[in-house]
């Protein structure tokens, strides 16, 4: 055999090897963000798990915040309800996060709530799992990133077009809880 015709084979065996790694790798990070995503769903799960908790002991001191309970309440069914992309998701996420800033920032005005080791654990609770939420949601959009990149370069878009691989969505939420403020504790 010639080189011409060594050319000839090499050429489209080395393009057929190339289109394949890069479908295999595109299969790769879209499984990637499918995985990530599903961390995701796991923490917010988590915090829509704390928040009956956190309303049941307000309850308890903040009877007459009744329009607040039920607000939270409500956006919690919501964002359990809720279900698709994470474009879809956020918005309602955003409600559930304010409904647990108005909550904690009720609690604020009644010290005997303030100093409940049960509001306090939950306060805790909830700030480890608003820090879970933000890494998992970190995670997600790095790899919706990567695969992102991936879809618009060239020429590995021609593979994503090919294929019928395309972007994905990022997850922007607001921080819900920073850090659990420390107790007042007065000595006398």
Known sequence: MSVAAWIALGVPVALLLW?????????????????????VDTELRRRYDLIPNLVETVKGYAAHERALLEQVTAARAAAVAATGPPSTQAPV?????????????VAEGYPDLKASDHFLELQRELANTEDRIQAARRFYNANVRDLNRRVQSFPSMLIARWFGFSEADYFEIEEAIHRA??????LS
């Open 19 to 39: 289109v394949a790694a890069s479908y295999n790798r595109f299969v790769q990070q879209r499984n990637l963000v499918t995985e990530s995503w599903s961390n």
């Open 93 to 105: 996420e955003n409600e559930v996060v304010a409904g647990v800033r108005a909550l904690l920032a």
């Open 181 to 186: 403020p420390a107790p007042d504790i007065t």
